[in-house]
């Protein structure tokens, strides 16, 4: 199984270790962290290679769906699987979301089944 390239966005410092613990353990090792959309597009800008990114909601600077839109402005982004986490399961946000392409919506607290579930919808061909 190739393991993902994957971009975790969360202000929670706390929160990217457990996303980055549970894609560990499903075999994805090449993670890079952004605490803020801002960063996020920084490492983008200097590593355009990511296959999936999973990203907070809420996050000072720019949030989750600010980065969603701006990625998805990107020619090499418009098609990458994006996963938004969030506290927020309102349903209002979670249109606006899908409205802007959100590939997955997982509301928090979530356990690492969910998120490997959700990753194994985006990418069959490497679920066990």
């Known amino acids: 199984m190739k393991s993902l390239r994957v971009l975790v966005v969360d202000d929670d410092r706390a929160t990217r270790r457990v996303i980055k613990y549970s894609l560990n353990k499903m075999g994805h090792s090449f993670i890079h962290e952004a605490p803020d959309g801002d960063t996020a597009l920084a490492i983008i800008d200097?590593?355009?290679?990511?296959?999936?990114?999973?990203?907070?909601?809420?996050?000072?600077?720019?949030?989750?769906?600010?980065?969603?839109?701006?990625?998805?402005?990107?020619?090499?982004?418009?098609?990458?699987?994006?996963?938004?986490?969030?506290?927020?399961?309102?349903?209002?946000?979670?249109?606006?979301?899908?409205?802007?392409k959100v590939s997955q919506y997982i509301i928090k607290p979530f356990t690492h089944d969910s998120l490997e579930e959700k990753i194994n919808i985006l990418f069959p061909e490497k679920a066990p």
Not at 58 to 71: C, D, S, T, Y
Not at 78 to 97: D, N, R
Request: proline letters at 7%; zero cysteines; hydrophobic letters at 45%.
């Open 46 to 100: 200097v590593n355009p290679i990511f296959d999936l990114i999973i990203s907070d909601l809420n996050m000072p600077r720019m949030n989750g769906l600010q980065l969603l839109k701006a990625i998805r402005a990107l020619p090499s982004y418009k098609e990458t699987p994006f996963i938004m986490l969030t506290a927020e399961g309102t349903q209002s946000h979670i249109v606006e979301a899908a409205q802007a």
